[in-house]
């Protein structure tokens, strides 16, 4: 079986490098078969991350400010295709600041999260 470069076909591997590595929260879509099958042919570096840890990632705040921002369009997306429209609409416009926030936030998000053993945060 040929092996597959991702990077040659995701944007975002292409902006970032082959030495990215994925963090994923091992919710069981990230860990089926066809993805684990796609993620070693294409070997891409995957985070070790154990099961039931908190939620640190800021990616999650991400996508959810891009699921209001799709939701305010009226009436719903028509097809995929809208939707994939739309998503991509609203990602680029996402204002940058709000970005850099999530980012800069990881060092508070670490130390509550140690604060609090591994538990609630406000994050």
């Given at each position: 079986?040929?092996?597959?470069?991702?990077?040659?076909?995701?944007?975002?591997?292409?902006?970032?490098?082959?030495?990215?590595?994925?963090?994923?929260?091992?919710?069981?879509?990230?860990?089926?078969?066809?993805?684990?099958?796609?993620?070693?042919?294409?070997?891409?570096?995957?985070?070790?991350?154990?099961?039931?840890?908190?939620?640190?990632?800021?990616i999650e705040h991400m996508w959810d400010e891009l699921c209001r921002r799709v939701q305010q369009h009226h009436p719903p997306?028509?097809?995929?295709?809208?939707?994939?429209?739309?998503?991509?609409?609203?990602?680029?416009?996402?204002?940058?600041?709000?970005?850099?926030?999530?980012?800069?936030?990881?060092?508070?998000?670490?130390?509550?999260?140690l604060a609090h053993n591994g538990g609630h945060t406000r994050y």
């Amino acid at each position: 079986m040929r092996s597959c470069n991702p990077w040659s076909f995701q944007p975002s591997g292409q902006a970032i490098g082959p030495r990215a590595i994925l963090q994923d929260d091992n919710a069981p879509p990230h860990r089926s078969a066809a993805v684990n099958t796609f993620i070693q042919l294409a070997r891409v570096n995957r985070m070790l991350w154990p099961a039931n840890s908190p939620d640190l990632n800021p990616i999650e705040h991400m996508w959810d400010e891009l699921c209001r921002r799709v939701q305010q369009h009226h009436p719903p997306p028509a097809n995929l295709g809208q939707l994939l429209q739309w998503l991509q609409q609203e990602w680029n416009g996402v204002p940058r600041a709000f970005i850099y926030n999530l980012i800069h936030s990881m060092h508070q998000r670490c130390v509550e999260c140690l604060a609090h053993n591994g538990g609630h945060t406000r994050y």
